[in-house]
């Protein structure tokens, strides 16, 4: 497995109240020259890194789209590998959580990964188990 699947699959701390998801964001902001790549899931990975002006743009526009639609009194849909210098942050769609937290064989790939490691596709990593194929496949038989 390549680096970059077994970190997207290592351990993720959830950031839970709104307030550290603005630690974070500050923590990634203090980190913008550190060569961020971001990548959303179901689009083209990217191949290179974000330039500064793009990642605090970024930032910004995430915070207001999870703020608005993931209309709750907590976050919970932000995981980092390391809150006090992260390097991995997967950001889940608020619109397509399914079940994003505790125990599950095949989780919801997230809607966008921030990294410091060069992307590869998640959906050819992880596609979807072959009884959803099968039922797919059933609908339009």
Known sequence: MSEYLQKYRGFHGGVMKWH???NLWVRIREQQQANWFIYAVG???PDSTATSEQL????DSIDELLH???DEDYCGIVYV?????P???KIYDPNNLGVVCGFSDNPP???WVMSQIQPEDLELAFPPPA??????KKIFS
């Open 109 to 111: 790939l997230p809607g």
């Open 68 to 70: 608005k639609e993931h």
């Open 20 to 22: 550290d998801l603005t």
């Open 43 to 45: 689009e083209a990975v």
């Open 56 to 59: 605090l743009q970024f930032i």
């Open 81 to 85: 590998d390391n809150a006090e210098n």
């Open 131 to 136: 009884s959803r194929k099968r039922w797919w």
């Open 87 to 89: 390097t991995f942050v």
